[in-house]
């Protein structure tokens, strides 16, 4: 197969491209912003399920509080009945000795249950100031995946951009390419490695491997429009003077 020199220019230059357009899309899977968006919306979640968890707790708590204030206020009750009925001057001695046996169980009882209720309130604080801390730091979870999207955007603009770029300069390489040629090329990437590589003194562009004496010599006594290929990859070896990968 031949391929005049401007052929090989731009066969040269598409393979270029294509290793561009293979680092690009290698780029855009392994996305440093894209990691950190992932990295913190995991964040974003977990304190997600800790305000939560906290909202759960602060509703215990408060059924707690509920509880104990009723209870209270029942033996306050209580109170105020066995007093009424002590200053009644209605009661038998033996009425008297009993309402005075109940009012100081209710008064320690009272002491009991308020002293219950201070932990709980005091529990309360502890837990409304954890749930006013992880909702700060959610606030600025958010703030902070807020600004990685946007770098994810721009890297992702950025990479739609160099594709399109590249991959329409590629479009008018290949449609200007010998069909022949073109097929040879594709037939090669479609094995998995470069289609084409510069001849580098003894060394192929394409697979770096340095071609032995032999081979050397055949490809040196080719001639310059003639299509070769490296005897170790397969890659085409293009011959053009001036230029390197």
């Known amino acids: 197969m031949k391929a005049e020199i401007a052929q090989q220019r731009s066969l040269l230059e598409l393979s270029k491209l294509d290793a561009e357009l ?8 392994h996305l440093a912003e894209q990691q950190a968006c992932e990295r913190l919306q995991g964040e974003l979640d977990a304190a997600g399920d800790r305000v939560g968890a906290i909202r759960i707790a602060l509703e215990d708590i408060d059924v707690q509080v509920s509880r104990l204030e009723s209870e209270i206020e029942a033996v306050r009750q ?8 002590l200053q009644s ?3 038998d001695a033996k009425q008297l000795s009993d309402l005075q046996h109940e009012l100081e169980t209710l008064t320690r009882r009272q002491a009991s ?7 709980v309130m005091e529990r309360r604080e502890e837990l409304q100031a954890q749930l006013d801390a992880a909702r700060g730091t959610v606030e600025a979870l958010e703030a902070e995946l807020a600004g990685a999207r946007q770098a994810l955007d721009a890297a992702v603009a950025e990479i739609s951009e160099a594709r399109q770029a590249h991959s329409a300069r590629r479009d008018t390489l290949t449609a200007a390419l010998d069909p022949a040629l073109s097929a040879l090329y594709e037939r090669q990437r479609a094995g998995g490695g470069p289609g084409a590589g510069p001849l580098l003194g003894r060394r192929c562009g394409a697979c770096r491997l340095e071609i032995d004496r032999g081979e050397m010599s055949r490809i040196s006594a080719a001639a310059e429009d003639d299509v070769v290929r490296c005897p170790e990859c397969g890659a085409i070896l293009l011959r053009v003077k001036g230029l390197d990968q």
């Open 22 to 29: 293979a680092r690009i899309s290698h780029r855009a899977s």
């Open 78 to 85: 209580r109170e105020d009945r066995d007093r009424s009925l």
């Open 89 to 91: 001057g209605t009661t």
């Open 113 to 119: 249950l308020e002293d219950s209720l201070l932990e």
